[in-house]
């Protein structure tokens, strides 16, 4: 009998628990994400998932959208584009999300952009920078630069604003290394740089002592090293220990506190090209830097400002649009001009974001700011 | 001069490929077990020589308390996982081992953390010049630290009882129990020899990059699988030399292939071009 009523009890709770679920589901506006939880990008994937529920929790907090809460849908996708295509088809059917939004890399990016373009659902790269994502279609934004703009705007670094004349290419040979070095490659001769030599490593390397013993006997005047942090933090330590003193220039993969904490010492001086300004006057990323350091009691970095800003677009063309349409969603993204933690983020027609790039550089084991890249001709994004 | 800079480098990275890929021919030979999950031992000894380090201030002390744990949980994981599927098919206990290393990344992750660990100061990072070669003294102490390991190794299965009977039940495991061996306590002691090996190299990878991450075994699980299969399964001395060469064979490629192949790719074809010139691999039993 006692077992009996226990039962019940429960069933009751369960059915009860069912319904006011399925309330609370009905009462929110869903966003949907997908960032890679386990595996090889996991960390990354925790910063864009963090920065993307603390914009949530912001606009939630001011009320949210449409007269509804903000509820983000998260899913893990390993940076996989297996599991990143599944994902998206669960999101738009099951879960009914409104918006997608990519926390991930680039290939899953771009295989997943086809599934919300076919969908007619908006979707939004937060850092993925694979040119042919926004290439998906109409519905495909994204909130960070092409590799190649990135790329050009540290061949106008090194050119014009260091003035150096002599440099060798370290490059990661994915997607994101690859893009950023063509940038970099394009527009050198522009500034009068002359590349000496280009050496690849790959995403699982952390020894680089053959590279670095043939740097050395290149004598560049300057490093261009594409990588993460995880790749770059004992690159740049290796060849700083072999008395590799010119300057290293990276770019936005460095921009995690765990670059600083692997290199040390060997951090200070490197200068990277990225979204987000650690000393910036702009209330948006002064806010965002306070409250996701008080949060989550880790140092900001560029893949949580990103998570966070495209969450942020997302929220605010929801409201502007005025209903949960996805058309109407999709309209208002394209005329987007949202100020956000990584600048005011507003979109060509093809989908790709208009901004300046941020330079920053490591004083005193801290991302500072070096200068900002302003040059709309330089840094237009491509249009088809 | 430059040639030999890569050679050094070379030998400085096969140096850490073969305290690796020595406990995977170890348990290859006497239990014809194929353990992946040796490289998530491997990882476990990296977090191990950081968190020890990190908190005691000394590396030495780290190393080997980082050897003694990984060697006690190499023989756990024996007892746990490979017993009970000793007289499957060897295909089980492959499939239990690579659920057992995919299984550990991820719990690596959940306890430590996804963005990897680092040491607070790291020790042995300090830049000798030794004939016009830079190199730091945590790259000379993991060559050190490789040739005493497997030379210690060495003298211990020639000269030392336990040792003899070791390598008398890797050649034929009935006969040497008939003659009295304690099979049993052969397999720990395997498993505990490899384990503290890969835990060595663990350690020594942690500073050489300053990072442990929970992924980091993730390229030698498959790479010590080719080293094996070079040195000619279950052998030792071929396991070492293979393993060299695959170094040196990825620092040289690196340079000079580094645009067409990646490094993973060097060391497999290396492997192919030998595989199809000796099938049985360097340094076959026969």
């Given at each position: 009998m006692k077992i009996k009523s226990i039962i019940s009890c429960l069933f009751s709770v369960f059915v009860t628990s069912c319904f006011a679920l399925t309330l609370f589901a009905a009462d929110t506006i869903k966003i949907g994400i997908n960032v890679p939880?386990?595996?090889?990008a996991a960390s990354d994937g925790k910063s864009a998932l963090n920065g993307a529920k603390l914009a949530a929790e912001q606009v939630n907090d001011a009320g949210g959208v449409l007269g509804k809460m903000i509820e983000l849908v998260v899913y893990d996708d390993q940076a996989s584009p297996k599991h990143s295509v599944p994902i998206a088809t669960k999101l738009i059917?099951?879960?009914?999300?409104?918006v997608g939004v990519s926390g991930s890399y680039s290939g899953a990016s771009r295989a997943a952009a086809g599934v919300y373009q076919s969908a007619k659902v908006p979707y939004i790269a937060?850092?993925?920078?694979?040119?042919?994502i926004t290439r998906a279609g109409e519905y495909v934004f994204r909130t960070s630069f092409v590799g190649e703009v990135q790329g050009r705007a540290g061949a106008k670094l090194v050119g014009?604003?260091?003035?150096?004349?002599k440099a060798v290419l370290i490059t990661l040979n994915n997607d994101f290394g690859k893009s950023l070095a063509a940038g970099f490659k394009e527009k050198a001769g522009d500034f009068g740089v002359k590349i000496l030599n280009e050496y690849q490593y790959s995403i699982?390397?952390?020894?680089?002592g053959a590279i670095v013993a043939r740097v050395r006997a290149d004598r560049p005047d300057v490093i261009y090293a594409t990588g993460y942090f995880f790749t770059a933090g004992p690159l740049v330590s290796q060849l700083r220990a072999a008395g590799v003193t010119v300057p290293i220039i990276g770019q936005?993969?460095?921009?995690?506190d765990t670059f600083i904490k692997i290199a040390g010492?060997?951090?200070?001086g490197i200068i990277i090209t990225t979204s987000?300004?650690?000393?910036?006057?702009d209330p948006e990323a002064k806010d965002f830097i306070m409250q996701f350091e008080k949060k989550f009691n880790h140092k900001v970095d560029m893949v949580a400002a990103s998570a966070h800003t495209a969450v942020k677009v997302a929220a605010v063309a929801i409201a502007k649009a005025g209903s949960p349409d996805r058309k109407a969603i999709r309209d208002a993204i394209a005329k987007s001009e949202v100020p956000a933690s990584t600048g005011i983020i507003s979109f060509n027609a093809l989908g790709e974001v208009i901004k300046d790039v941020q330079v920053q550089v490591v004083r005193d084991g801290d991302f500072r700011r070096h200068s900002i890249i302003h040059d709309p001709v330089l840094l237009a994004p491509p249009t088809k | 001069m430059f040639i030999f800079e890569l050679l050094v480098q070379g030998l400085i990275q096969g140096g850490i490929y073969a305290l690796i890929a020595i406990g995977l021919t170890l348990v290859y030979g006497l239990?014809?077990?194929?353990?992946?999950?040796h490289a998530g031992l491997y990882a476990l000894g990296g977090y191990c020589a950081i968190l020890i380090t990190n908190a005691s201030g000394s590396f030495g002390l780290a190393l080997t308390c980082s050897m003694i744990i990984v060697g006690i949980i190499g023989m756990v994981v024996y007892r746990i996982f490979y017993q009970p599927l000793l007289?499957?098919?060897?295909f089980v206990a492959l499939i239990a081992s690579i659920g057992l290393f995919i299984a550990m990344e991820e719990i690596f992750r959940i306890i430590f953390g996804a963005y990897g660990l680092t040491f607070s100061a790291p020790p042995l990072q300090d830049t000798v010049v030794f004939l016009g070669i830079y190199l730091r003294q945590c790259e000379i102490a993991s060559i050190v630290l490789a040739i005493g390991l497997i030379a210690g190794l060495s003298l211990f299965t020639k000269y030392s009882r336990i040792g003899i009977a070791w390598r008398a039940t890797v050649t034929d495991p009935e006969m040497a129990e008939s003659f009295g061996v304690d099979v049993i306590k052969v397999r720990y002691l395997n498993f505990f020899i490899g384990s503290m090996m890969a835990a060595a190299a663990g350690s020594m990878v942690a500073l050489l990059n300053n990072l442990v991450e929970p992924t980091m075994g993730s390229v030698p699980s498959y790479k010590a699988l080719a080293i094996i299969v070079l040195g000619g399964l279950g052998n030792v001395r071929g396991t070492l030399i293979a393993s060299l060469a695959i170094g040196i064979a990825e620092a040289v490629g690196t340079i000079y292939l580094g645009n067409i192949l990646d490094r993973d790719s060097i060391a497999f074809a290396f492997l192919i071009v030998v595989l199809m010139l000796k099938p049985q691999g360097l340094f076959s039993k026969g």
């Open positions: 939880l386990t595996g090889f059917e099951k879960d009914k999300v409104v937060a850092y993925a920078i694979h040119p042919d014009q604003s260091l003035g150096k004349k699982k390397d952390r020894q680089f936005e993969g460095y921009d995690s010492k060997s951090a200070e987000l300004d650690r000393d910036s006057d | 239990l014809r077990i194929l353990h992946v999950a007289d499957k098919a060897p």
